[in-house]
């Protein structure tokens, strides 16, 4: 393949490389040149365009992608659609991701132009989450490279889903004088929830005195009609010869680990009474937060093998939060039975921009039902269920700020905004407040988005966990608003120009999960009809 200038009458077939207006018609960036667009840049006056010319045997980035995509051996995993150079792989049913690290590091080490990129291994996955994607990186490679590619594949399966099972779970606890009864019922609720994305379900509950006759006798009568004993003690297992693990004993059984290299989760045991294995769940498995039980847990019920090999192998990574015990942590731990606050999101609204495709009106002050445009977006973000909103200003700032005048809105100015839409979205999320989990970024030219839309967006989001970065579509196809989560602020300060987030949501630095609200996601007003048509009047 040949990058460069091009000249316009030997680009017959070649891949544009950056996006160019040519008369009214604007030729997307990636396009392949045919006779229409060479006759359009031909009778705009433009002479050479910058391209990417392939050679005989190259193949373009979306057949290549598309070939490697296809190669990969995996199991319980859906290809998605090549676009842009990427596809991307997703999860069939729930269960645990396992990947070959090998193959993976195999197939990124043929050229840098090829990449995948996945989850990490043992992953618990729902369904439809992204696992994989394979992205090429120019227009086009060598088709040597992707043949490379797809015999380091055919050597065996490079990653998979292996579902769950529902299985029947025995839950037994043992009290003290001093149990609280609602400890234990909390303890019940939280393993349910546990259990539900597998299908699972306790089959047999027994409540014991924490000594070891009692709970061993527990133990005897679990194993009878159950998949899988879990067994919570009313003290922290402090020995290999506690209550837990000489209650296995007990019954008849033998315990294969006691101890993990997991925080939170030291304290778990693993046992088997004949086939039925058995877990001794340690104190912090009472909580929702995941921890080394999880671990377990999920790949018992993806019918995957965790024997004491295993668990001394959960080293690595294995280190989920912070030590309260260790000089200035992090936060304070949250009461007990505090419920779980949902993710913070903060709204921006992108209000800088030039109109300069509307011949001298500013578009945000057109009237929309006597209401001008930038206000009536104000309204509907500060009507959602957002946490605040700052509106980011640059062009006729002052006109736009009176705009908003009474609002219970923050604006700020961005005095790049000649340079582009990538700066005013990182002044917008430069002031997004830090205890904010999320932006969700809103472009002021969209007439029809509606609050009960954002609020959609917002509860994906909360749903997510906070981790997530959520995109509105119309028909399947992206669009805006979109939510961006705090874990990929960082990577915005990397854009420059008139650029957007879109290549960060497509980059796979988090699940992206996608909103459908129709034709308001991809309704903007950049020219004088496209507003008059949205029911808009620009000023006298």
Known sequence: MKFGPVPVRDALGAILAHATQAGTRRIKKGTRLGEVEIAALREAGIAEVAAAVLDPGDLDENEAARR?????????????????????LHAGPAGVFCVDRALVDAINAVDPAITIATLNDHVRVEPGRMVATVKIIPFAVAGTLVDAVEAIAARGAVFGVHPFTARRVALIQTSLPGTKPGVLDKTVKTMRARLEPSGSAIAFERRTPHDEASLARALADATAGSDIVIAFGASAVSDGDDVIPAAIRGAGGTVERFGMPVDPGNLLVKGRIGAVPVLGAPGCARSPKENGFDW???????????????????????????????????????????????????????????????????????????????????????????????????????????????????????????????????????????????????????????????????????????????????????????????????????LAGDTGARHLVESGLAEVIDVEIGAAASIDVDTQDALVRAGGVLEG
């Open 68 to 88: 490697i995509a296809a190669a990969l051996k995996s199991r319980a995993v859906e290809i998605r659609d090549a676009a842009t150079g990427r596809v991307n």
């Open 296 to 494: 377990v847990l999920d790949r018992m019920l993806a019918g995957l093998e965790v024997d004491a090999g295993t668990i001394a192998g959960m080293g690595v990574g294995g280190l989920l939060m912070e030590i309260a015990t260790r000089p200035q942590p992090r936060e304070a731990p949250a009461p007990a039975d505090a419920p779980a606050a949902p993710p913070k999101v903060h709204a921006v609204l992108l209000a800088a921009g030039r109109s300069s495709r509307m011949g001298g009106p500013n578009k945000l002050l057109a009237s929309f039902d006597d209401t001008p445009l930038v206000r009536r977006s104000a309204e509907r973000a500060l009507a959602s269920r957002a946490d605040g909103l700052t509106v980011i200003v640059g062009h006729q700032a002052e006109r736009v700020a009176a705009a908003l005048a009474g609002l219970a809105v923050e604006t700020r100015q961005n005095p790049d905004f000649a340079q582009g839409l990538s700066t005013s979205l990182k002044a917008g999320l430069h002031a997004v407040p830090e205890a904010a989990d999320g932006a969700l970024v809103l472009l002021a030219d969209m007439p029809a988005i509606g609050t009960a839309a954002l609020d959609a967006l917002i509860g994906a989001f909360e749903r997510s966990g906070g981790r997530a970065v959520v995109r509105a579509t119309h028909n399947g196809k992206r669009g805006n608003p979109v939510i961006l989560p705090r874990a990929v602020f960082a990577a915005v300060d990397g």
